[in-house]
């Protein structure tokens, strides 16, 4: 569920274009939502509001029904990814080291949900499954960077070292 | 095509081929419980209460009884077996499991579908799956009703309305599995989107999660208030559902016993909104005769249905000049009481109370638009649905089905039947049209009734020829039919003159603040005609069945307003809209 405002919208008119095509050229098959909104997440790499209004208003289909959609499919995202994006793995292994504390912890540093980014655009938070490094459990990763066999307590040092 | 042979709990019942096994059911006389279930709108099979055992010949097995067709000659039902039971109980027990089961408290107490069928299931123990729940904030962001979604069974049969009645589609389904909710789209509160206040999803509910904003204890406080004069005034079709909550059977008048009851509860006077509907009538047909005479805008749309005016206003902002200009009749007899009968009877309008009992939601959103206070203070104050009355009448212990039949008082009480048609779909335009008929024919008195704008078809049409001229009209309800009609308006494919569009499939008998009647009888019976006919019957039955021709009403333009469109009738009766957007 949304909790907070996210990074400001800032489309372009050549997304939109791009968008505004796509729609065009689907818009009169069967079960078009699915495949504008993929399209969507492409161009634009998440699907705000403004987008959602956008496929809304050309489709004649209910936001609401849209909303639905998107926040039925994990595939589908509200919220951009961040300058750095986090990853927190939710995998067996690591979720019976703990990574469930890292999680909330990062949640409550960063004042966002899974899957939202931070209002300043510098940090977006997700849950992964495993990631092939059950040996280092719990794991993370910013970007390309993985940590591993963490603690809480280690969390705000981590954050810290990003720009 | 030929019919096939089924067994249901042994009995021997024959249905055409295809025929659902809730429907062969409920032929056999076997009662099947459904939530999700809505014929044609709603057939998801999702809440899986109605499962039953199905034998087409290769032993028994679980089905969805409200979608599963009977295909195969021979086939065998068990609806009621221990394997059937214990599936219902189950069923019932997780849903249970994160429901708010504050009942003594709930609103539908008494009269909610679960509570019920944990009833006839024999729940013994309601928290045998008790853990995690979901909470959720009540929604209070429309000024008409109320969601809480802790009571939510999340069967979907309001989303269903919302979207394919009514063409709107601001609720709906979001997130998943545990999380599942309805809701609007960003989690916007319903007051910030273009609901249209119908009211359809309450009336659909078959729990407490929808409810509308109850104002029972505020009209009773008024009642109290010895320097109020508390007066009250009764929509067509609240008297031809009120009887629901008390026991008469669907399609039953209780006029009498509903005017009976308002003078028990205290009100100073019980006037009849009917009495509006037919100097709407004087207004609107002038209105009609005006624009078609004089080059007007056309098609004109008729204003009654407040659901529709906002609809009008969200989704079809291009067309509000087609609306009336008039308001709807209860802010019509509002605007009339603070001001004509204020003075004929030297009260002063800010100590008079206005309430008006609607089978409406729609309306209580209506008496906060800018622009309906004819006397400078709002034409009505509070609007109370069908079942806020009912639930008055309870409280203050009245035995509603033993009080007598009593008239309403006068001189705001009397109506014409073309009026009390004003309920059903086509009643608005059939009233409008007899009068049109007479004004144009020259011949005063003579009653015409127009079959072709009855009946519950989403989508009427009629050519009425009065004296050689031919007048197109239409009529709607549902406002996905409404949609349908204006879209093909709109585009230059269909001229029509006239339109009467009501928000609710088959108008305001079929209303958002009606008597909740559960899945079973819903399903299996339709509303929407069975009330009609119980204003129908009314009109029938009098001698005064011609608007213009209600003297009260006469009194009100020779004494008052001086005729129908004048300044001072457009200053008290008649109104501005808004353009609003989609949210």
């Known amino acids: 569920m949304a909790t907070k405002k996210t990074v400001p919208f800032n489309g372009t008119e050549e997304q939109k274009a791009k968008l505004l095509g796509v729609i065009a050229e689907l818009k009169d098959q069967q079960g078009a939502l699915m495949p504008v909104l993929q399209e969507a997440q492409k161009i634009y790499g998440y699907l705000p509001i403004e987008v959602q209004k956008i496929i809304s208003d050309e489709m004649e289909i209910p936001m609401e029904k849209i909303y639905g959609v998107v926040t039925f499919y994990a595939q589908f995202s509200l919220y951009p990814k961040g300058k750095y994006n986090i990853s927190v793995c939710l995998g067996t292994a690591c979720y019976v080291k703990g990574s469930g504390d890292i999680y909330d912890k990062l949640q409550e540093i960063l004042e966002i949900g899974g899957g939202e980014c931070t209002a300043d655009g510098k940090f977006s938070l997700e849950a992964c499954r495993c990631i092939g490094a059950c040996g280092l459990a719990p794991v993370m990763t910013v970007n390309e960077d993985v940590y591993g066999r963490l603690t809480v307590d280690q969390i705000k040092d981590i954050l810290a070292k990003y720009e | ?583």
């Not at chain 2, 055409?16 to 032929?27: C, Q």
């Not at chain 2, 109506?415 to 309920?423: L, P």
């Not at chain 2, 949609?483 to 928000?503: C, H, P, Y």
């Open chain 2, 1 to 583: 095509m030929a019919d096939i042979n089924v067994k249901i709990n042994g009995i021997a019942v024959s249905v055409p081929k295809g025929t659902t096994v809730l429907e062969a059911a409920h032929k056999a006389g076997v009662d099947i419980p459904t939530f999700c279930y809505m014929k044609e709108i709603n057939e998801i099979g999702a809440c899986r209460i109605c499962m039953v055992e199905i034998n087409e010949g290769r032993g028994f097995r679980m089905v969805a009884a409200c979608v599963y067709p009977i295909n195969y000659d021979n086939t065998e039902i068990r609806t009621n077996s221990p394997k059937v039971l214990d599936s219902r109980r189950k069923t019932l027990e997780l849903i249970l499991s994160t429901h708010d089961r504050k009942c003594l408290s709930c609103v539908r107490s008494g009269n909610c579908e679960l509570q019920a069928l944990c009833n006839e299931m024999g729940i013994e123990d309601e928290t045998v799956y008790e853990g995690e729940k979901p909470s959720y904030e009540v929604d209070d962001s429309a000024v008409h009703m109320w969601r809480d979604n802790n009571k939510c069974i999340l069967c979907r049969r309001c989303t269903a309305v919302c979207a394919k009645w009514q063409g709107v589609g601001v609720i709906g389904a979001n997130e998943r599995g545990f999380k599942t909710n309805i809701g609007s789209a960003f989690e916007m509160g319903l007051g910030d989107t273009s609901c249209v206040s119908c009211g359809q999803c309450i009336a659909v509910c078959p729990v407490g999660a929808l409810s509308e904003k109850d104002y029972v204890d505020d009209v009773f406080k008024a009642l109290a208030d010895e320097n109020k004069t508390v007066i009250v005034q009764t929509a067509p079709a609240v008297r031809a559902a009120i009887g629901e909550e008390f026991g008469f059977e669907i399609g039953t008048n209780t006029e009498g016993k509903m005017a009976a009851a308002l003078r028990r509860l205290g009100f100073d006077k019980v006037f009849d909104t009917d009495w509006a509907a037919d100097l709407t009538i004087m207004e609107e047909a002038t209105e009609f005769v005006e624009r078609f005479t004089k080059g007007g805008t056309l098609p004109l749309i008729t204003s009654c249905s407040p659901g529709w005016v906002k609809y009008c206003e969200h989704y079809f902002p291009d067309m509000t000049e087609n609306l009336s200009s008039c308001k709807s009749p209860h802010q019509m007899q509002g605007a009339v009481i603070k001001t004509y009968w204020a003075e004929k009877n030297g009260i002063d309008p800010k100590d008079i109370v206005v309430v008006s009992i609607m089978p409406c939601t729609a309306k209580k959103f209506e008496i906060t638009r800018p622009d309906e206070c004819g006397a400078g203070v709002p034409d009505v104050d509070y609007v109370l649905t069908t079942r806020e009355l009912a639930r008055m009448i309870r409280r203050a212990g009245l035995k509603f089905a033993s009080l007598p039949d009593e008239d309403f008082d006068n001189p705001l009480g009397l109506s014409s039947g073309a009026g009390d048609i004003f309920g059903a779909t086509g009643g608005v335009m059939e009233a409008a049209l007899r009068t049109a008929y007479c004004w144009l024919s020259g011949n005063n008195e003579e009653v015409v009734e127009f079959h072709e704008v009855r009946g519950t078809d989403g989508i009427k049409r009629s050519t009425v020829n009065i004296n050689g001229t031919e007048i197109k009209v239409a009529v709607a309800s549902g406002l996905a039919n409404a949609r349908t009609l204006l879209k093909r308006v709109q585009s230059g494919e269909e001229k029509v003159d006239f339109i009467e569009i009501m928000a609710c499939p088959g108008g305001c008998v079929n209303g958002g603040g009606q008597p909740q009647q559960p899945a079973s009888v819903r399903n299996f019976l339709d509303l929407r005609s069975e009330r009609a006919k119980a204003l129908y019957g009314e009109d029938a039955a009098k001698t005064l069945r011609l608007s213009h021709l209600n003297k009260d009403v006469q009194a009100l333009y020779d004494e008052y307003l001086e005729k129908p469109g004048s300044h001072k009738a457009h200053e008290l009766l008649h109104t501005t809209y808004i353009k609003r957007t989609i949210n």
